[in-house]
């Protein structure tokens, strides 16, 4: 029986939001453009993001903290492995010795990962803080050479469909700005 009503309510509330809509369409069908734009997107998709993304990735610092992690990593494996093998054999005193270097490889593993998160969150936020100037410029001329005038984050919308996404507009904006600004480096 609650199944019954819930569908009952669920159809209602469904052919009203289909009727306010076909109402509101059919009142003034021009009125008003929306679109959606996921900034962060935009961003991290263009190619200047990308390129500073490949370069950190490409760097000593990077590449070395990459290699501490994976190294601890294996250690840490391996000594596990070997303390699963062999631990019925050991001493008290030789277990506990074992474990002593085993938190001390992990804490290695830890920190390395740490390190390189803080990295890529700086990395973001410099990257962030660079081309924001250049996605402000690209919505505006966007949303004005398209006559928008509903502009909505991404974030904020529950569904919408691929037409209104003006992303990746926004991100071909932001490489046709900072291509000279790459060439000329």
Same mark, same amino acid.
């Given at each position: ?36 734009? /996921? *900034?962060?997107? !935009? &961003?991290?998709?263009?190619? +200047?993001? =990308?390129?500073? @993304? ?18 601890s990593s294996a ?32 804490? /290695? *593993?830890?920190? !390395? &990962?740490?390190?390189?998160? +803080?990295? =890529?969150?700086? @990395? ?57 600004? !790459?060439?000329?480096?």
């Amino acid at each position: 029986m609650k199944t019954n009503t819930f569908k009952i309510f669920g159809l209602m509330a469904i052919v009203a939001f289909v009727f306010s809509v076909s109402f509101v369409k059919a009142a003034d069908p021009q009125s008003e453009k929306l679109a959606v734009v /996921d *900034a962060r997107v !935009a &961003i991290f998709s263009s190619n +200047a993001a =990308q390129n500073a @993304l490949k370069v950190f990735e490409e760097s000593a610092d990077f590449i070395s903290l990459k290699a501490k992690y994976e190294s601890s990593s294996a250690d840490f494996q391996a000594m596990a492995k070997e303390a699963e093998t062999k631990r019925l054999t050991w001493s008290q005193e030789e277990l506990a010795e074992h474990q002593k270097k085993m938190s001390y490889v992990k804490a /290695d *593993a830890e920190l !390395a &990962i740490q390190k390189i998160t +803080a990295e =890529q969150k700086q @990395l973001e936020q410099r990257i962030l803080q660079d081309l924001a100037p250049f996605v402000e410029q690209a919505l505006q001329e966007i949303v004005k050479e398209e006559g928008i005038s509903i502009l909505l984050r991404a974030e904020s919308v529950l569904l919408a469909t691929p037409e209104t996404s003006i992303t990746g507009k926004v991100a071909a904006r932001i490489d046709a700005k900072t291509k000279p600004k !790459a060439d000329s480096e």
